[in-house]
């Protein structure tokens, strides 16, 4: 029982800590429509997540928000305020 407490406190001492954040990110696009704007300030939305593999996090969209947009000639642009995680996985040093 005691190794098993002490193998226990060795393996969380090692593990790698999770430092998370939850936020406001903002995502905007143009297109020549509002929903062909929409849906690719969502589309960056969704890549961003993707891209957090690659760059050592772990990255989810919250809630993904009001679309909101304006008109600026013949294109929309639309803004995409997301709440989102941002996670690093970093190991813990030893002292």
């Known amino acids: 029982m005691r190794i098993t407490l002490i193998a226990l406190a060795f393996a969380l001492a090692l593990a790698p800590a999770v430092h998370a ?3 406001t ?3 905007t696009a143009t ?3 509002e929903a062909q704007a929409c849906d690719a300030a969502n ?3 969704r890549d961003w ?3 957090g593999k690659s760059e050592g996090r772990t990255r989810t969209l ?3 928000g009001q679309c ?3 008109a600026q000639g013949a294109t929309q642009s639309c803004k995409l305020d997301a709440r989102v995680t941002d996670a690093q996985y970093e190991a ?3 002292g």
């Open 21 to 23: 954040q939850e936020a």
């Open 68 to 70: 909101t947009c304006t």
């Open 43 to 45: 589309k960056q939305a």
């Open 25 to 27: 990110k903002t995502f």
């Open 31 to 33: 297109g020549s429509s």
């Open 92 to 94: 813990e040093e030893e």
């Open 62 to 64: 919250v809630e993904a």
């Open 49 to 51: 997540v993707k891209r």
